[in-house]
């Protein structure tokens, strides 16, 4: 498995480029299984998570093509199996979003459970009651979701809890049933908001996504498009608390500042002077060490549980204390221990975090147990005295596209030893230069 080395104390310095934003390009490529036609997608950012994404599609027959610069092209005419293994979703939970297309566009659909992960449980229950209630039959055995359904038939479903895979889910199996669907409680992310976008170019008819109501007419069938992927709000936030702990000066570029407003405003409290334009954010801290600053996560608007264990890393370094709730995931202060064995002074109390910051953390060997956690271990190593050696970065790889080079860009000392094994291999596709 690859390590990060992370040499500590410089800060960062210049610009960068920001890319695609996974959790968007996610629902989009399984989106495409809603035509025959083929689909373009760009920006889309060269992640392991797409690559698996990708080796699903590949194995139920998509026709993929990738270009140099990581467009894909995608034609779904030759589908045959209808089948998310076990091997794959276990890997990526996102695979599930297959369900809801697979089920509209053909009427059945074998997908396993995802199960729990590092974070929490994160059971898929809204996604399976809300297409039983479109008429599906759905039974759950032997660890797989088996889907049957005619067509489908829009409802008005409130959902019992903010879910975004859940709200994509649905979207896009309304999409192409018969009549209306109303999502209430439908969740507002702007990746929920880009999936629609890419939906009505290839000739949907959904109003609303962004607020909690989203309205589905249902058409008969839908056509290809060519889509590009907005911005990584997490990517771009993770690089921001990375200058703000290191005292830097940095300017991301190809992103959107709206996109991160709860983020944003948490930083200017820390201290940090953000200028805005259209596509770039730049960030400073004139006064130098960031202040201690509380966080609640939730769904959007508000502040995302994907930045969470980032400023948790900001705060164990800032000057003052700092209570972090985590209101979203059960489980999602595993980066504490690491964090911990590090010298930070982070005591739990149930889904509450108490920081009390110091000046400096201290080098030591952490392994990462989840994507956001991985990355509040890099940027702890960033302003540890000594050198930081991240074990796991597979997770990390997940969700930050060349990050030692972006780092490296800013002026980081960080090194990837990389193990033995090829990374990310992808079946069926066609790399085309
Ligand atoms: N939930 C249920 N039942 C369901 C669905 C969700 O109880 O049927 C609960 C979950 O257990 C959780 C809450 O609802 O407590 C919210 O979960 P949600 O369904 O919104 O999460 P998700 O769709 O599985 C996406 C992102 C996550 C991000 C969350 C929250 C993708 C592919 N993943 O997950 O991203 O943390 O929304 O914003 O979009 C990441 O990128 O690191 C990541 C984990």
Redesign the pocket.
């Known amino acids: 498995m690859d390590k990060l080395l992370i040499s500590g104390g410089n800060p960062l310095q210049g610009e960068i480029s920001i890319s695609g934003a996974?959790?968007a390009a996610?629902p989009i490529l399984a989106s495409t299984l809603l035509t025959d036609e083929t689909m373009v997608i760009s920006n889309v950012p060269h992640l392991h998570d797409i690559t698996t994404t990708m080796e699903l599609l590949g194995r139920m027959g998509s026709d993929l093509m990738i270009d140099e610069r990581l467009n894909i092209e995608v034609n779904n005419s030759n589908i045959t199996e209808l089948f998310a293994p076990y091997e794959l979703v276990k890997t990526m939970?996102?695979s599930i979003l297959v369900l809801g297309p697979l089920l509209a566009r053909y009427g059945r659909a074998d997908v396993s459970l995802p199960g729990g992960c590092a974070?929490?449980?994160?059971?898929?229950?809204?996604?399976i009651s809300g297409l039983m209630a479109m008429g599906a039959d759905i039974t759950v055995e032997g660890g797989y979701i088996r889907a049957r359904a005619k067509r489908l038939k829009g409802v008005h479903l409130t959902l019992e809890?903010?879910?975004?895979?859940?709200t994509e889910n649905l979207m896009m199996a309304a999409v192409l049933a018969e009549g209306r669907t109303i999502l209430d409680n439908a969740?507002r992310?702007p990746?929920v908001t880009d999936l629609a976008i890419c939906l009505n170019s290839m000739g949907a008819r959904i109003e609303g996504a962004g607020t909690d109501r989203i309205i589905i007419d249902g058409v008969d069938s839908v056509h290809g498009a060519h889509h590009r992927i907005l911005p990584d709000r997490?990517e771009t936030g993770s690089y921001l608390v990375a200058a703000a702990m290191t005292g830097g000066n940095v300017k991301l570029k190809n992103t959107r500042s709206e996109l991160l407003d709860a983020v944003l405003s948490k930083l200017r409290e820390a201290g940090a002077k953000i200028d805005i334009d259209d596509t770039s954010i730049s960030l400073s801290m004139p006064n130098g060490r960031p202040r201690a600053v509380d966080i609640h996560t939730s769904?959007f608007p508000g502040f995302?549980?994907?930045m969470q264990a980032q400023f948790t890393a900001m705060n164990s370094i800032a000057e003052g204390n700092a209570v972090i709730t985590e209101n979203?995931?059960?489980n999602r202060f595993m980066h504490v221990h690491e964090l911990q064995r590090m010298g930070a002074d982070i005591k739990l109390e149930g889904n509450t975090a108490i920081v009390n910051g110091i000046k400096r953390l201290k080098a030591a060997p952490v392994m990462a147990t989840?994507?956001?956690a991985s990355a509040s271990l890099v940027l702890a190593g960033l302003v540890a005295d000594g050198e930081t050696e991240v074990d796991r970065i597979y997770h990390i790889d997940r969700?930050y596209e060349t990050i030692e080079e972006k780092l490296l860009q800013l002026g980081a000392k960080i090194k990837r030893i990389p193990s033995q094994q090829t990374r990310m291999p992808v079946s069926k596709a066609r790399i085309v230069k």
Request: proline letters at 9%; zero cysteines; glycine letters at 8%.
């Open positions: 996974k959790n996610l939970r996102a974070i929490g449980s994160r059971p898929v229950n809204i996604h809890m903010v879910t975004v895979t859940g969740a992310e990746e997490i769904p995302p549980t994907d979203v995931f059960e989840d994507l956001r969700g």
